[in-house]
């Protein structure tokens, strides 16, 4: 199958491409981003993917599948750029493998979506609608993009989408939003709140992602690794130190202190578990995480 992957240049888009091509799949990338040190029978353009050049790859290459990738997460970048990549980005790779004849696209979209709240439900299932901008605004172009890629199961039935919303991940590549949170020596806690975290190995995200594209599958998944575990063992296991901040204080000290940078949506993430149900996707693809949550807390830590 020749399979186009955008944002193959992360760290999770590389470890997908080199499973791809491992299985034997014909692999075409596409990211504004270099990388120098790519797999031999890869091929690599470094395209924007909203631009005309990007659908040049389309058309010249005409790929069975895509895995649409090339989103920002990080809440550093302007809000004007991120909604032009997530939003627009999104846009323009349905119209391009809807017009240059796609069998399947695959959307990898992210658990947080589903919002933290203190009324929301132990367990998130795919049929809860993505509330997370309700109290995390900042996330409203990621939402946006979910639901327009939803929206393709109706737009262009002739194309299997698939929309997986996949927990955080973790490990080596000390890469992701998690990750980033974990960055430094010391991390924040909101006395009186120790919320269950739910991440996966980055390679175990990888294999979920390349058992989506062989399955083929329609409709929105969840991606679930290993059980969550307590915020406050998260930061003990990956070898940081739990600092105990007042609500109303941590918008004042967040940046500062070695303390990581956090927008002020995320602070419901401190208190409330996001907890997803992935067994939808384990029975269509018999998917197994390979990792559990402390080796993926050590790979990360030791790495």
């Known amino acids: 199958m020749k399979v186009l992957v ?6 999770i888009g590389r470890i997908v491409a080199r499973r791809l091509l491992f299985e034997g799949h014909e692999v075409i990338g596409i990211d504004r981003r270099p990388w120098p040190d790519a797999p031999k029978g890869l091929q690599m353009h470094n395209v924007d993917i909203r631009k005309r050049p990007a659908e040049n790859v389309f058309r010249n290459s005409r790929p069975d599948a895509v895995v649409h990738m090339a989103t920002v997460t990080h809440f550093t970048s302007r809000q004007e750029e991120r909604n032009r990549i997530n939003l627009d980005g999104t846009r323009r790779i349905f119209e391009f493998s809807a017009m240059y004849g796609v069998k399947a696209v695959v959307f990898v979209g992210r658990h947080t979506y589903y919002g933290a709240a203190a009324d929301s439900p132990l367990y998130h299932s795919e049929t ?10 900042e996330l409203a172009d990621l939402v946006a993009a979910d639901l327009f890629a939803g929206a393709a199961l109706w737009r262009h039935p002739e194309m299997k989408t698939v929309v997986l919303r996949t927990v955080y991940t973790l490990g080596p590549s000390r890469h992701g939003t998690l990750a980033a ?16 975290f739910h991440f996966i190995h980055e390679e175990d995200a990888a294999k979920a992602i390349c058992l989506a594209v062989k399955h083929e599958l329609m409709g929105v998944y969840n991606v679930a690794g290993p059980q969550p575990v307590p915020l406050s063992t998260l930061i003990e296991v990956t070898g940081r130190r739990r ?19 956090l927008p002020v949506g995320a602070m419901g993430h401190l208190k409330y578990p996001i907890v997803i149900d992935g067994s939808r996707f384990a029975e269509k693809t018999g998917f197994e995480h390979d990792y559990d949550e402390v080796q993926t807390m050590e790979a990360f830590r030791w790495a």
């Open 181 to 196: 949170f974990l960055r430094g020596t010391v991390v924040p806690g909101i006395p009186g709140f120790d919320p269950l």
């Open 243 to 261: 600092v105990p901040i007042p609500e109303a204080l941590l918008p004042r000290v967040l940046g500062r202190f070695g303390l990581p940078r």
């Open 128 to 137: 809860e609608p993505p509330m997370g901008v309700a109290v995390f605004p």
């Open 6 to 11: 955008t944002g193959i240049a992360g760290r």
